[in-house]
């Protein structure tokens, strides 16, 4: 059911930016900010984000793992 939900997400979301040129555009233009901060602060940036999605990897193994 979960697959279906984020699925359905996608597409939404995907859908929007196909009909919206200025939410595209500020998507692209948030994606290059993120992109530079990562390059002025690198290495320190890359290894943040790297502990993060580890952190969020194992909050989301955790909560998977409990009984419903």
């Known amino acids: ?3 279906f939900t984020m ?3 996608v597409g939404l979301g995907g859908g929007f930016l196909y009909i919206s040129p200025p ?3 500020s998507l692209a233009d ?3 900010n993120g992109q530079h901060l990562l390059e002025v602060y690198q ?3 890359y290894v943040g ?3 993060a ?3 969020a990897l194992v909050v989301y193994m955790y909560r998977c ?4």
């Open 1 to 3: 059911m979960r697959f």
């Open 49 to 51: 984000l790297g502990a």
């Open 7 to 9: 699925f359905g997400l």
């Open 43 to 45: 290495p320190y940036s």
């Open 53 to 55: 999605t580890l952190v």
């Open 65 to 68: 793992a409990q009984p419903h």
């Open 30 to 32: 948030a994606c290059g």
């Open 23 to 25: 939410l595209r555009a």
